[in-house]
């Protein structure tokens, strides 16, 4: 399926300067189902995001990082997908959005909104205390792990019942070069290492 993606893909590309018009600062996908098997989004806003095509049993069929000052306009000619439904996933310094792809017979269509939106979490790193921050608005169990360079687990708990989870590590007398934080939530996984002096 992989090589079908890579040959079949066809990713029609320009960019296009727009005057700003979004209303937050973090929008991330602006989106259209085009004729045929053609979709087409704008990403607004943002100085970078990584996309990622997934099929509905999470192969990654695709994916690219988007680099630009300005909003970026991408189609996807999805004629070589079979019948079925796929996830483009959009990745920010900030947050990770899902939207659905429904490809049937002659046309493909995308959602409008996202079907899925996470808050990544927040490291701080300040004077030998690392803060961390991360949004749950729905309250789900937050599970955090820390790791030292060796792969040594230092720290495990899972949290629940918190709308917003803030969690501080004391570093600043510690011997350890750097420190792994693996945070869990809301089925997503993200990884981030610090220097711990």
């Known amino acids: ?3 079908v993606m890579k ?7 320009s960019v296009l300067s727009f005057g700003a018009h979004a209303n937050e600062a973090d929008i991330l996908l602006k989106v259209k ?4 098997k053609m979709v087409s989004f704008s990403i607004n806003e943002v100085k970078s995001v990584h996309l990622s095509l997934y099929s509905t049993k999470n ?3 695709f994916e690219e990082t988007i680099f630009g ?3 970026t306009n991408r189609k996807y000619d999805l004629t070589a997908f079979p019948n079925g439904t796929y996830f483009l996933e959009a990745e920010t310094g900030s947050k990770v959005a899902r939207y659905e792809i429904q490809v049937r017979n002659k046309t493909a269509t995308i959602s409008e909104k996202a079907v899925a939106e996470i808050a990544k979490p927040t490291l701080l790193n300040k004077d030998g205390m690392v803060t961390v921050t991360i949004p749950n608005t729905e309250r789900t169990p ?3 792990k820390v790791y030292d360079q060796n792969n040594v687990e230092l720290y495990n708990e899972t949290m629940t019942g918190k709308q917003e989870l803030t969690k501080k590590f004391d570093v600043k007398n510690s011997a350890l070069g750097k420190l792994t934080f693996v945070m869990k ?3 997503e996984m993200f990884v981030e290492t610090i220097a711990a002096r």
Not at 7 to 13: E, R, T
């Open 185 to 187: 939530y809301k089925n």
């Open 59 to 61: 192969d990654l069929l």
């Open 33 to 36: 189902s085009e004729t045929g």
């Open 142 to 144: 937050v599970e955090i």
């Open 1 to 3: 399926m992989k090589n």
């Open 69 to 71: 000052k300005n909003n």
């Open 7 to 13: 040959f079949g893909l066809v990713l029609a590309m």
